[in-house]
């Protein structure tokens, strides 16, 4: 069954309720003061069963100024509206109010119901349907039907149900397949089921048992029970009314404004990138910091205008501009809002949400107002860009890739794809996707074979960067992208890394002949000393170095391997460590074992030495200490 939802719209005693009722006999003033004062404060809520199998959704809203808060709580989900003007007044100032604010929220189609014909002379109901005309002049119900009709006497109702029947056979229902999304507009008990929250699903599809978010709160609850039109049933679908009754949390916790979601998909913000048109009569200019009433789904919010590109904006102007609000907010890319002056309360404009993760921009800025104007008119694709852009070297994770669209996720996926093939974004991983825009991506590589060329012509001895250094270049960046990226290097054979080091493949430490000569030198002086050499410190001075950079000799001749370094300052030449290990394996074949002390003796040194070898062939897996012992390690 098609669902599509009607809201009225209309100034005070121009007969929405009564309307209502006469086609659906459903009373939607509910409330005791409604009853008593004869207008309508709160939303009110019916439904009709039209022809082709057709469910309307009807959300009848308030008419005074003082209720139209309550008002923008009930159309921001609805697909047509009955704007109502009563025959005997004509259009009255809620009646412009209320249409500039469905022009506002983009309402997709709708129709004038012209009531109270049975308290009119012919002539003047035909002057009125003129004048009405007039007014709709230039407005989205331009050229739309205005239907008179009587709800006292019933006169034209058959024409209404008609021209409702045309107009919903033709409206295409909202897709099932987004993620879940229903604004909250009522919030009560029932006794014996707990809190219960109605609303108009935005999008997706609700099913007993699922469970949801309810944000900005940042709770969480299970689907206990829906209801459709006052039926109960296992699922909800996209634009139904609905009614959910919420396991897990408590009805104080809960209010209007709230939305239900899914979890993980749309993020809790206390600023957003919009677009802003000013409406052509509103009282004044906008300046930049305005105070604002910000309407978006259900709530209403507190905050500030920020004009990017200007000091004013103009009535009838349209730029793009920061909201930053006093309380947190709930919305998605799209989504469109609707602004009213803090004091005196009237509307004055409203737009489209852009971004709803953005930084706190500076004004005037070219590259903002160019991103903007992407995420404007550009497509799905060209968004996620402009995000991966402003990501830089973190990237995009698939979690933060859902918070920033309201696509659902194959959808999603299928856009991510598009990007890797293009070449516009590289896959940190695939599964589930995490996103580097490819400039950021190059311009990463860069600055790493940058930083290690840097390294090289500062430490010309020295023959690689540790690993960790270089890292430490990017604190903003995870260690993920830091490694997929030096990998890519490294299979590019653009970079060599070896265990914690990492050097430009193309770079070998060249010596001038004097520098030749201090390493050789120093060299003859370890293979001399054999199985005792000198420490670091005395090997220099034995060589008159006294440089800083002497020090380094000694591990160019490390990274050459011409000298192993076994701990600290001590180095051995490595023919030397080679014949010692040689002598060790002999003995332990011939013996089986021994001790540090046989071994001391067995090489004519100290203890000094004596230790740091055992534990060098320790770590070198050729022998294996038992005890006070050590035997050979078996090969496996």
């Known amino acids: 069954m098609k669902q599509i939802v009607l809201g009225t719209a209309g100034h005070i005693d121009h007969g929405k309720t009564s309307l209502i009722q006469a086609l659906t006999g459903v009373d939607t003033d509910r409330l005791k003061e409604e009853k008593e004062r004869g207008i309508t404060i709160e939303l009110g809520f019916a439904s009709l069963l039209l022809d082709d199998d057709i469910r309307l959704g009807i959300i009848d809203v308030p008419g005074h100024e003082r209720f139209v808060k309550n008002m923008l709580a009930g159309v921001g989900g609805i697909d047509l509206v009955a704007l109502v003007i009563a025959a005997d007044e004509g259009v009255m100032p809620q009646t412009r109010e209320h249409l500039a604010i469905c022009e506002l929220l983009q309402v997709r189609e709708g129709f004038v119901a012209l009531t109270k014909t049975d308290m009119v002379e012919p002539d003047w109901l035909e002057l009125v349907q003129e004048d009405t005309g007039e007014f709709l002049q230039g407005t989205f119900l331009e050229g739309k039907p205005i239907v008179p009709v009587s709800s006292r006497t019933g006169e034209g109702l058959d024409v209404l149900l008609a021209t409702l029947n045309d107009i919903c056979r033709d409206l295409n229902p909202r897709s099932i397949n987004g993620p879940v999304r229903l604004p909250v507009d009522r919030v009560f008990t029932m006794r014996g089921f707990g809190a219960v929250v109605t609303g108009t699903l935005f999008s997706g599809s609700l099913n007993l048992e699922d469970r949801i978010d309810i944000l900005p709160a940042g709770l969480s609850a299970r689907v206990r029970g829906l209801q459709v039109h006052s039926e109960t049933v296992p699922t909800a679908l996209a634009g139904q009314r609905t009614a959910v009754n919420l396991q897990g949390v408590d009805r104080a916790e809960i209010q209007r404004g709230d939305i239900l979601t899914a979890p993980g998909r749309f993020p809790v913000t206390h600023m957003l990138d919009v677009t802003l048109k000013l409406l052509d009569d509103a009282p004044r200019p906008l300046a930049n910091r305005t105070r604002v009433r910000f309407h978006v789904g259900t709530s209403e919010i507190m905050g500030r205008i920020i004009l990017l590109d200007r000091d004013e904006l103009q009535q009838g102007e349209e730029t793009l501009a920061q909201l930053r609000l006093e309380e947190p907010a709930v919305a998605a890319p799209e989504d469109r809002y609707v602004l009213r002056s803090y004091s005196p309360i009237q509307t004055i404009g409203g737009g489209m ?86 400039e950021q ?88 000393a054999k199985h005792q050499p000198p420490s670091a410190d005395e090997a220099l001075e034995a060589q008159k170095l006294t440089r800083a950079d002497d020090r380094e000799m000694l591990q160019v001749l490390v990274d050459q391997d011409r000298l192993v370094r076994l701990k600290g300052d001590l180095f051995y030449h490595r023919t030397v460590l080679t014949n010692i290990e040689q002598a060790l394996r002999a003995h332990l074949e011939q013996q089986g074992e021994l001790t540090a002390g046989e071994f001391r003796d067995l090489l004519r040194i100290s203890r000094k030495y004596a230790i740091p070898l055992l534990e060098y062939f320790d770590n070198q897996r050729i022998t294996v200490r038992m005890g006070d012992k050590r035997v050979l390690r078996q090969v496996s």
Do not use: C
């Open 441 to 528: 991506y190059d311009k990463a590589r860069h600055q790493i074979l940058d930083l290690v060329a840097a390294f090289h012509r500062d430490n010309p001895l020295k023959p690689a960067m540790f690993t960790e250094e270089l890292r430490s270049k990017f604190p903003r960046m995870e260690e993920k992208v830091f490694t997929v990226l030096v990998q890519a290097l490294s299979a590019g054979n653009t970079l060599e890394v070896s265990r914690d080091k990492v050097k430009l493949a193309s770079h070998t430490v060249d010596l001038s002949p004097e520098r030749q000569a201090v390493a050789d030198a120093l060299e003859q002086l370890y293979l001399d």
């Open 353 to 438: 949400i852009l971004n709803t993760l953005p930084a706190k921009h500076k004004r005037y800025r070219p590259q903002v107002v160019e991103q903007l104007t992407v995420l404007r008119d550009g497509s799905s694709a060209d968004a996620i860009t402009v995000h991966l852009t402003n990501a830089e070297y973190s990237g995009l994770k698939w979690s933060e890739l859902l918070l920033h669209s309201a696509l659902d996720e194959p959808t999603l996926r299928g856009l991510v794809d598009e990007l890797l093939q293009q070449g516009t974004a590289v896959a940190v991983e695939n599964d589930p996707p995490w996103l580097l825009h490819h």
